[in-house]
């Protein structure tokens, strides 16, 4: 199975889900992550491309993809639509994971916002709580107690 998981920045997806896409990888899944900018509203860019990619190699990922726009800064959705479109056609993902919505951070409802609309043809999207994000109601939970201490490293790359 193909999983493609999208953020806003880099360590949304560590995360969001890191835990369930170490579980995926593990069973043999491919794994592709999205990242649509570089983080420079948290930091220095370069050290947050260079942690962003450490990760993805920890979490085994197929290949990582940079959007590049800027930071808190992204723009609307007839931009972002067919950006996102551009790697679903790319990965042929089964599913697709992304910030949720209901969030407090900008770039998180906007990647949120567009990504709706792109995946409209995906079958299986779901959408992950970050720690800025509100009202977030699971309907899926994935036990992964098991690879905690591995998702703990993913989560001290950023």
Same mark, same amino acid.
């Given at each position: 199975?193909?999983?493609?998981?999208?953020? &806003?920045? !880099?360590?949304?997806? #560590?995360?969001?889900?890191?835990?369930?896409?170490?579980?995926?990888?593990?069973?043999?899944?491919? %794994?592709?992550?999205?990242?649509?900018?570089?983080?420079?509203?948290?930091?220095?860019?370069?050290?947050? #491309?260079?942690?962003? $990619?450490? &990760?993805?190699?920890?979490?085994?990922?197929?290949?990582?993809?940079?959007?590049?726009? @800027?930071?808190?800064?992204? @723009?609307?959705?007839?931009?972002?639509? !067919?950006?996102?479109?551009?790697?679903?056609?790319? *990965?042929? @993902?089964? $599913? *697709?994971?992304?910030?949720?919505?209901?969030?407090?951070?900008?770039?998180?409802?906007? %990647? &949120?916002a567009a990504a709706i609309s792109a995946t409209r043809y995906v079958k299986n999207v779901l959408f992950y709580e970050d720690y800025t994000t509100s009202n977030?109601?699971?309907?899926?939970? %994935? #036990?992964?107690?098991?690879?905690? #201490?591995?998702?703990?490293?993913?989560?001290?790359?950023?």
């Amino acid at each position: 199975m193909n999983i493609l998981a999208i953020g &806003a920045h !880099p360590d949304d997806i #560590e995360y969001g889900c890191g835990g369930f896409l170490l579980k995926a990888v593990e069973n043999g899944d491919k %794994v592709y992550l999205f990242i649509l900018t570089r983080g420079e509203g948290g930091g220095d860019p370069e050290i947050r #491309e260079k942690e962003q $990619e450490k &990760a993805a190699r920890l979490l085994g990922v197929q290949k990582l993809f940079w959007g590049n726009f @800027p930071d808190t800064q992204l @723009p609307g959705a007839n931009v972002l639509i !067919p950006k996102i479109e551009e790697i679903l056609h790319l *990965v042929k @993902p089964d $599913e *697709v994971y992304v910030n949720y919505y209901d969030d407090t951070h900008q770039d998180h409802r906007a %990647v &949120a916002a567009a990504a709706i609309s792109a995946t409209r043809y995906v079958k299986n999207v779901l959408f992950y709580e970050d720690y800025t994000t509100s009202n977030f109601e699971p309907n899926l939970f %994935v #036990e992964i107690e098991n690879i905690l #201490e591995r998702k703990i490293e993913l989560l001290k790359c950023h």
